[in-house]
């Protein structure tokens, strides 16, 4: 049984929050939606987790939703998934390697990541806003991880890196925010370097039972998504940008089970 709590809208300028078709206007809605303290706590404690820094969606294979600490295990579950099939699509290799995360949020998964695996050399986050930034500057700093953890102000849609960067790139409940997802998953694919992965796990626009268009369109214009794509559009999308190999896992069990 999920805890009872009462959620609290963010305060956004309503004129913010329209598809203009405008990408300045879409990222200063982004940023207005989690670039303040107000925001940060609302979704560290109250929409997807337990006070901690990773607000990222569970994977709650074996995580009792009632114990302490629940949602950050199981968004830590979910980082670890993502990485693992990553690192098992590109194979064998054993040397280190370098990744990065695009819309980074508060780092929590590079943090994690790096304290768990000696393989990544260098992971960098890419992140649009200024104060999740500074927190996971901070935070990689605090527990030693400085050198391997570099934060970056920039949107995924123009990444400010060099082509053929990076050896997985990595996105943990980001992209729902693009403003196109053609681009991000082009930029994606430019800064991979060949044979590399990129792994990204996300909402996505459905058609399940008991959900109206209505209520997606709602859910759309209210947290920012101006390319809400299905799965089907989503991997067709990929291919488009240049992926190989695409393939959709569903985890709508691991939502159902957030939020029951």
Known sequence: MAPNIELIAAEVDPSIYDKSGDISKHVEGVKAQYDTKETLELYGHQVLGDGTANIHFGKWDGVDLDEEGAYGKASEQMT??????ATQLRGSDDSKLSYVDLGSGTGAAALQLCQTHDSIEKATCLNLCDD????????????????RITVVTGTYEEAPFEADSFDIAFSQDAFVHSFSKAKAFTEALRVTKAGGVFIFCDLMCG???GVSDDELATFAATNMVND??????????????????VTFVDLTSDIICCSS
Do not use: I, R
């Open 80 to 85: 670890d998934y993502m990485f693992d099939l």
């Open 132 to 147: 999740q930034n500074a927190l996971a500057t901070k935070c990689a700093a605090d527990v030693g991880l400085g050198e």
């Open 228 to 245: 809400w794509l299905s799965p089907e559009e989503n991997v067709k999308a990929c291919q488009d940008a240049g992926w190989t190999d």
């Open 207 to 209: 058609n399940g039972e």
